[in-house]
């Protein structure tokens, strides 16, 4: 199975503090202060997106509650916008409500039936859950919409879920076009280099590892174990020690460093 990296966002404290009835409390500014704005000056739209990026970065840490209570706060903000929409979406998700999930994905595209992400999105929980064939013909739709920005994304998605449903050609073509449309994402070049690994394409992988690199994206127990598997491929055993120290040194107790030691790489 390919293991999904996502790069969790610096988590954001707990809003807190004593306020007049008349302020509100809209975010928090870079120093974590609480930013306050009287109720007549408030940008409505602008708080909502605030609190749905707040609820995002505590879903990247599975602080559900917050989550979600930030996500109630922006309802009332600005209800029925397609980031709120989508939020949840991915909030129900997370928690395994699987029917709230889905109706909430379905809700969105049929309100913004052009939004490429709303399909990204709900393409990759279908395949999530593994309803392939639905998951890859969202995923489809939202590569055919032609102001989509994000078509790398789509077809990353697209890569992993072929690959889980076993499908190799079409995920290996997947890949290469999510590269191909300026994907860059962590995920991106560990799982394809996974995948260039698996299928026999040594030198593939260390290339997209290099480009993980390149990018300055933190090594992880999953991306130095990896690097370790790679340079065991390429003779270069040098590396792989070196790998495999800095794997020892920083993530002592995962589970990378156990197979480390035991020698299975």
């Given at each position: 199975m390919l293991n999904r990296l996502f790069i969790a966002v610096v988590m954001a404290g707990m809003?807190?503090?004593c306020i007049t009835s008349r302020e509100v409390i809209v975010g928090r500014d870079a120093n974590g202060n609480e930013i306050v704005r009287n109720?007549?000056?408030?940008?409505?739209?602008?708080?909502?997106?605030?609190?749905?990026n707040l609820a995002h970065s505590f879903m990247d840490q599975k602080m559900m509650s917050s989550a979600k209570e930030n996500l109630n706060i922006a309802e009332g903000y600005n209800p029925g916008t397609e980031q709120l929409e989508l939020a949840w979406g991915r909030y129900y998700s997370i928690v395994g409500d699987v029917r709230n999930a889905e109706e909430k994905y379905k809700k969105v595209i049929a309100s913004f039936p052009n939004s490429g992400m709303a399909f990204t999105q709900y393409g990759g929980f279908l395949c999530d859950n593994k309803r392939y064939d639905e998951g890859l013909q969202n995923?489809?739709?939202?590569?055919?919409?032609?102001?989509?920005?994000?078509?790398?994304?789509a077809y990353?998605?697209?890569?992993?879920?072929?690959?889980?449903?076993?499908?190799?050609?079409?995920?290996?073509?997947?890949?290469?076009?999510?590269?191909?449309?300026?994907?860059?994402?962590?995920?991106?070049?560990?799982?394809?280099?996974?995948?260039?690994?698996?299928g026999g394409d040594a030198k593939?992988?260390?290339?997209?590892?290099?480009?993980?690199?390149?990018?300055?994206?933190?090594?992880?127990p999953q991306t130095l174990y990896l690097k370790i598997k790679i340079s065991q491929a390429l003779g270069e055993y040098a590396s792989s020690e070196i790998f495999g120290r800095k794997l020892i040194k920083y993530f002592p107790t995962s589970e990378e460093t156990k197979k480390f030691?035991?020698?299975?790489?």
């Open positions: 809003l807190t503090g109720v007549g000056n408030i940008d409505y739209q602008k708080a909502a997106l605030a609190r749905i995923l489809m739709q939202a590569i055919s919409i032609p102001k989509f920005a994000l078509i790398g994304n990353e998605r697209a890569a992993v879920c072929a690959y889980e449903s076993g499908q190799k050609e079409d995920s290996k073509l997947y890949f290469e076009q999510a590269i191909n449309y300026g994907g860059n994402s962590a995920s991106l070049f560990y799982n394809y280099a996974v995948f260039a690994l698996e593939k992988a260390d290339q997209l590892m290099r480009n993980y690199d390149m990018f300055q994206y933190p090594d992880t030691k035991a020698g299975d790489y």
